[in-house]
């Protein structure tokens, strides 16, 4: 538990820039990036393929390779400074500060540790707790993210078990020392609706007892209107629109995200619902087009400064909804071209 107020800023990123040496040339991965998310709050971080979402949650916890990555801008979390954080304080942090998910749970499990002695560790590694203590909370975790027979599941290495019992260990880890924020990268897309649904519940469960803010990366609608409060639209490296859930995908301003929601029916219904795809590609990391983002995929791309003049992102519709400010950055609609 920190000492951040409930409602208050846990996390606040201002202007992440990340660029990556490609053998195409320098790559604008994530450009401009601002966000903050408070404490007990979820975040739904959407947009298509490539927009950049799991390179901007690795470049705030250090993940991505100094000889290959350029990270810029400040992130703070309950007000240290992360990006220039030393590894040693960044190790110390994630855990009991931030939990993570990635999207390849491969990458975050050590092939040669059993689960049990992987999971103990984390436990043991930021609280005073003794081994037996730490194994039966182990397996009670276990339990918790549906891992049938959890005691035996501890004993057995990752190569052991399928992807997605080896995805709901990575989950249990991120969970098990209660951080003040998670991270779940496309953490419940491989598995099925009803353990999907058990572990939501479980995130919810650390959010109103831990006042847990969460980042959930995902394409599935449904997952977004069941548990995010706001959500976050990325594209080409940015923040094109952000709102409250209602707002985002009810009312949404930038063409972008009109189009992610084109091929859904009714919101309300669409307990399952997948983002739409959107004709054309999206802009390459190292082409980025000048102005709109999104202007030479847009069918109501306006006069020339869609294409010249990058739109800030700025409040749209309404405003702002329970002093949660809806923005746009895209030159349609109020005060736009059009
Ligand atoms: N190690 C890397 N080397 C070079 N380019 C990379 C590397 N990792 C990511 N990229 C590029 O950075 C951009 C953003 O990638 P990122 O993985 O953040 O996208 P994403 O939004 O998470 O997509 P997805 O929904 O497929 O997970 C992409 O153009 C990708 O090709
Ligand atoms: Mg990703």
Known sequence: MTATAAGEPLLE??????????PRGPASVVNGLSYSVRRGETVAVVGESGSG?????????????ARVATVTGAARLDGEDLLGMSPERLRQVRGPGVGMVFQDPMTSLNPVLTIGRQL??????????????????AAGLLTEVGLPDPERALDRYPHELSGGMRQR???????????????????????DVTVQAQILDLVEKL?????????????DLGVVAGIADRVLVMYGGRCVEDGTVDDVLERPAH????GLLGALPD????????????????????DLPTGCVFWPRCPVRGDARCETEQPPLQVVGAGVTKGLPHRAATWCGEGGAR
């Open 13 to 22: 990123v201002e202007d992440l820039r990340v660029r990556l040496r490609t």
């Open 53 to 65: 979402k799991s390179v901007s949650v690795l470049a705030l916890l250090g993940l991505l390779p």
């Open 120 to 137: 103990v560790e984390g436990i043991r590694a930021h609280g005073e707790v003794s081994k037996a203590e730490a194994r039966e909370r």
């Open 169 to 191: 260990v990575v989950i249990a880890i991120a969970l098990s020392n209660s951080p003040s924020l998670l991270i779940a990268d496309e953490a419940t897309t491989a598995l």
């Open 207 to 219: 959010r109103t007892d831990h006042g847990t803010g969460v980042i959930w990366i995902t394409h």
């Open 255 to 258: 063409p972008y995200t009109r």
């Open 267 to 286: 919101l309300a219904t669409a307990d399952e619902g997948e983002l739409a795809t959107i004709p054309g590609t999206p802009p390459a990391p190292t």
